[in-house]
């Protein structure tokens, strides 16, 4: 089974359920227009504006520690950092706790896993709880790669560098600052808020799942949503919302000699049956029978994309993707299941001439069960050998697995990020997936089984989590107003799930 682009079959004379007067109805109902921003927003967004200041002080005092987690030398800083967020938690008056979560090696010493805070502020029943997950700690940055101190915040014409701008530290603080604007301003909060805030999310949140497992009946209980400001748009001027992320099954394949075999031409025979590498589709029979069939609707979700020109990047595709549309190429990168091949890598074993690997990623996408796929890549790895009469000896060993994400964009979270982002950007948001695993999402889906909204703040170019990472004026201010119409957006919206498109 192949899935099918149903745009590629209509013509300007075709008629179907979903073409002509019915096609896009979801989408017209949706037409960018305005939506009035009531006094308690204007007052949030009045307020936002008046301390920009104070603001970019708070920001450049988290920059300034040290957060790395993936370094014992930085450890101190790191739980520096947790105390000056346990500061903010008082500061906004959130009853928190600090938990241990484990023990793991960090540069061959035997540590605690930093403590993950969770925290919440109200417990009113008449209100939904949303539960805001966010993270403190940064990746050690390769000062040669940086154009300014990572660790001191600089401007740079309408952008402010520095380590943890554009995601963690940066976006908690955006969160911080608008709930103290709703206290200094005397306006209620209009939901339940309660935040899991971790410190290893560059350590692909090393500890939290099993964590988070033994809370799923106490502290989230009463959770009606989830929301991670992590990610960014697609471009710098249209917001996006995104709604889901592929998985990734990694394969580590090793060939070892056996009575004088040939290991890089058995390998290379065999990698050959896996996947055409020409056409970027996957050989292995049944692999896409799961994955959801394409409907018009969801075409509209990828027409409406803004800030996606295929005419910028057309002559740099490869041949078969020339005459691609926008709407097929972006369902090749984040709605379609594909295959990565590596080069031969360095082997670390008794006698690395007489072994090569490879490494082989497979891209998950909805509806594509983990499992399965596992079952499948195996069996039909040991099946080619078999057929192909492949005299090394062949290993095949799963590395790493991360399960793919989607949510409904038509359910009522989404519906309130949705309006809040046309009240703060005056634009219908842009729905994007992304074309890589967000562990932290993944984690807090499998285990918690909540509805969980990404909604960036910052625009494509702001390097989140690498070098020179940034967050423009703009995204920093305007995305702190965001949150702001989110949580009012959240408190009037009726939880009524509707159907996904």
Known sequence: MSVIFPHIFRTEHSETHTTNA?????????QRGKISVGPALATLMKYVDSHVKNFLSDLTEAVAIKSVSGDIRYRNDLISMIKWTEKWMKRLEFKYECFY??????????????????????????????????????????????????????????????????????????????????KKKNIPLPVNIKFVIESMNHQNSMGLQ??????????FSNVNCMVSCDGEWIGEKYPCIIYGTVGHLVFDILAEQ???SDIKADMENLMSKLYDQENERILIPTFNDFVKQITPDEEGVYEAIQEF???????????????????????????????????????????????????VIVKLVQRQVMDKAMALFTSFVENKVSELGIKSIITCKVVSEIRHWAENIRSWNYEAARKATIQTYKEEPSFIREDRPMTSISNLDGTLEKNILVLPLVGNG??????NENISYRNLFEGTKLLAAYLIQLSEVKEIEKPNI
């Open 309 to 359: 020109d295929i005419e910028k990047i057309r002559p740099s595709l490869p041949p078969n993707k020339q005459k691609w549309d926008k709407v097929k190429l972006l369902m090749h990168f984040w709605r379609l299941p594909n295959m990565h091949i590596s080069n031969d890598m360095a082997c670390s074993c008794e006698n690395p001439k007489k072994m090569i690997k490879r490494q």
């Open 210 to 219: 099993e964590f988070l497992q033994t809370k799923k009946l106490d502290f």
């Open 22 to 30: 019915e096609y896009g109805d979801y989408f017209v109902s949706r």
């Open 101 to 182: 979560v484990g023990l793991h090696s960090l540069n061959g010493q035997k540590v605690k896993i930093p403590p993950v805070i969770l925290a919440s502020h109200g417990n009113d029943s008449k209100k939904k709880t949303v539960c805001v997950y966010g993270y403190l700690d940064v990746k050690l940055p390769n000062l040669e790669e940086w154009k300014t101190d990572p660790w001191t915040l600089t401007q740079v014409d309408k952008r402010f560098y520095g380590a943890g701008t554009s995601s963690g530290k940066g976006i908690l603080l955006c969160w911080f600052h608008i709930i103290e604007a709703f």
């Open 462 to 467: 702001s390097n989140t989590g690498e070098a």
């Open 258 to 260: 056996k009575d004088n």
